[in-house]
């Protein structure tokens, strides 16, 4: 059974860095893109990026581009991303989700993260 | 990327049939047969409902049925169950980037 295990949900304050894990099992991590996708308080889902844990080629959208970093560590299936210094607007669930060419199929149960002085 | 277009809301009655429809353009929804449907309770995590604009996962009741004309996708539930009332968001690939693009979400409600 494919599942992604998501890391519990954290309080930061502005400025503070944090790093989120998802960890995968059921499958071959290295053979499928692991995404991250955003969900704000009330709103929609937006792509983040995406990383290939097998070479580590990573794409990040526009929005967060330089806001952000992917990364993943085969040896333990688990796919990250990390702020070096969160803002209030970071407040959000992240999902991770592996990508089977272009669908989602599997996602993880999201990780809260709240930013707040 | 602009978000493809899904009307805010909709609604039905228990037993009834309610199609979402979801508008993009020819460089994403109309140009590929990409689009997949993901369905989300409060408080949970999305899950896969249609992919590959018609496609069904395992375990997805055949109540749900997907389809696109044009630029236009459109997702239909059948026989509305009140377990159905959860936000709907289509995506589809779009060749401008590496992830495709999200909807932005139909709350449905079962009357």
């Known amino acids: 059974e494919v599942q992604l295990v998501q890391s519990g949900a954290e309080v930061k304050k502005p400025g503070e860095s944090l790093k989120i894990s998802c960890k995968a099992s059921?499958?071959?991590?290295?053979?499928?893109?692991i995404g991250w996708v955003r969900q704000m308080p009330g709103k929609g889902l937006e792509w983040m990026g995406i990383?290939?844990?097998?070479?580590?080629?990573?794409r990040y959208s526009p929005s967060f581009q330089g806001q952000v970093t992917i990364s993943a560590d085969k040896s333990i299936s688990t796919a990250y991303v990390q702020w070096s210094s969160l803002k209030a607007s970071d407040t959000a669930i992240y999902y991770c989700v592996r990508r089977r060419g272009y669908v989602c199929d599997h996602w993880g149960q999201g990780t809260l993260v709240t930013v707040s002085s | 990327q602009s978000a493809l277009t899904q009307p805010p809301s909709a609604s039905g009655s228990p037993g009834q049939s309610v199609t979402i429809s979801c508008t993009g353009t020819?460089?994403?929804?109309?140009?590929?047969?990409?689009v997949s449907w993901y369905q989300q309770h409060p408080g949970k995590a999305p899950k896969l409902m249609i992919y590959e604009v018609s496609m069904r996962p395992s375990g997805v009741p055949d109540r749900f049925s997907g389809s696109k004309s044009g630029n236009t996708a459109s997702l239909t539930v059948s026989g509305l169950q009140a377990e159905d009332e959860a936000d709907y968001y289509c995506s589809s690939f779009a060749a401008s980037n590496n992830f495709g693009v999200f909807g932005g979400g139909t709350k449905l409600t079962v009357l």
């Open positions: 020819s460089s994403d929804v109309g140009g590929y047969n990409y």
């Open positions: 990383i290939y844990p097998g070479d580590s080629d990573t």
């Open positions: 059921g499958y071959n991590f290295n053979t499928y893109w």
